[in-house]
């Protein structure tokens, strides 16, 4: 049936007084779309109702950012010790309140989109596809927030360093962490970084949201 025909069709069963849900809305009603939509378009809480997943990237753009300009002058420890501050706040906000980042905080969207991705891939209206897809979704988020953990800890390294040298060491490892936050890392050295545990980051995150998305007929 083409649209027109379609509508038409629509509209007859309306003015009889019987509605009928047509697929597109029916997909657009499905709890799992729903999910897929808090991570990927929208939340509640996130800064401008930004999807989790959005917010997790640019903030953890911040943190490498700043991680990348403390390096820039490994000879003055206040300079250091400023930006591991600012990298603490775009990683959890909650460490310092004050910063150049969002005020929400890798970590947290992160947990919200290993949370949100897993229950669309749990819930009964699930296409294989979005179970599929939210597996990977889920382990590359999880694997961010590990990662942030360990930015957490070596920014604090930094901001209780007494010499510019303790702190320019723990800084080469955050300035690797803070990228890894969104490229992933070769775990097993095999030329590629995959969404699997220990491996993807926020980018793996992303390509295989859309790879989901896509499958659904939502874009991406």
Known sequence: MNTKAWLGASA???????????????????????????????????????????????????AAQHATLALRNTEDLGAMQRHAGHVLHAVDPTQVEQGPG?????????????????????????????????????TAARNTVTRSDEVIALAHQVMHATSAAEAAAALERLA???????????ADG???IGWQEGEGGLQQ?????????RGEGMGG
């Open 190 to 192: 095999d030329g590629r």
């Open 102 to 138: 969002a005020g929400y905080g890798v970590k947290r969207a992160a947990e919200g989109v290993a949370q949100h991705i897993g229950m669309a891939g749990d819930h009964e209206s699930a296409s294989e596809n979005v179970a599929l897809h939210a597996n990977h979704v889920a």
């Open 176 to 186: 690797e962490l803070t990228d890894e936050l969104v490229a992933g890392r070769d």
């Open 205 to 213: 995150a992303e390509q295989h949201m859309n790879l989901m998305r």
């Open 12 to 62: 007859m069963l309306a003015m009889g007084g019987v509605v009928f849900a047509s697929p597109v809305a029916a997909q657009e009603q499905s709890a799992a779309h729903a999910h897929m939509g808090h991570v990927a378009e929208s939340f509640g809480n996130t800064p401008d109702g930004q999807g989790l997943l959005p917010v997790a990237l640019a903030e953890a753009q911040v």
